[in-house]
């Protein structure tokens, strides 16, 4: 006599294989349609795909418990393989990060992920999803532009420095000389940034 686990197994193959329908059982009990001239609507059975129903199908028959939400995962993942297209917010921010990565000199990589995580935060991106180069050349030309988003946005490069070194940030106010052991001074981040407006102006 077949046990209820093994029962429940075949029953769970066959509704992977489409032999079955969910709640198959349960369309005897359904009202008819009421308006006349309205004929019932049979929706078309969903089955997995094959390679799915033989992934659950062999472990099934090896005796691993899984659910039909599973089921269900393994197909929508197999299903977005054949996606090709990218979101554009997620292609604009890579482009712009690639950019900053392969033409930033920036050895300890503080100055060029605090401009990774500044442009990422700015509306301009999101308003030139099509061109985000063009709107890294804007957000730079701000940046260096207006004396308080520059003193900020040093600011943070600091911060993000002392968590690499393990250091306290050395922090540099408008018009005072830097801190002797700072590695990021506003000259220094002014050259940089630059530079790097320089290279995109030049494509």
Known sequence: MLSWFQRYSKVVVALIRGRLQPQQSFKKNLPAATKPGLAEQKPAAK????????????????????????ALGREGGSFMKGESTIPRPLRAKHIINQFITQHLRDPSSALSTTLQTWT??????????????????????????????FSEFSRQVAIAQSHITGDRPYF???GSEPHPNADYTHQTIQTELLELLATLEAR
């Open 47 to 70: 089955t997995l795909s094959p390679a799915t129903a033989n992934d659950l199908e062999r472990e099934i028959r090896l005796g691993r418990k899984f659910s039909m939400a599973e």
């Open 172 to 174: 540099q106010a408008p």
């Open 120 to 149: 990422s935060n700015d509306i301009r991106v999101s308003k030139q999803l099509d061109t985000p180069l063009i709107a890294l050349a804007q957000i730079l030309e701000s940046l260096l532009g207006e004396a308080v988003t």
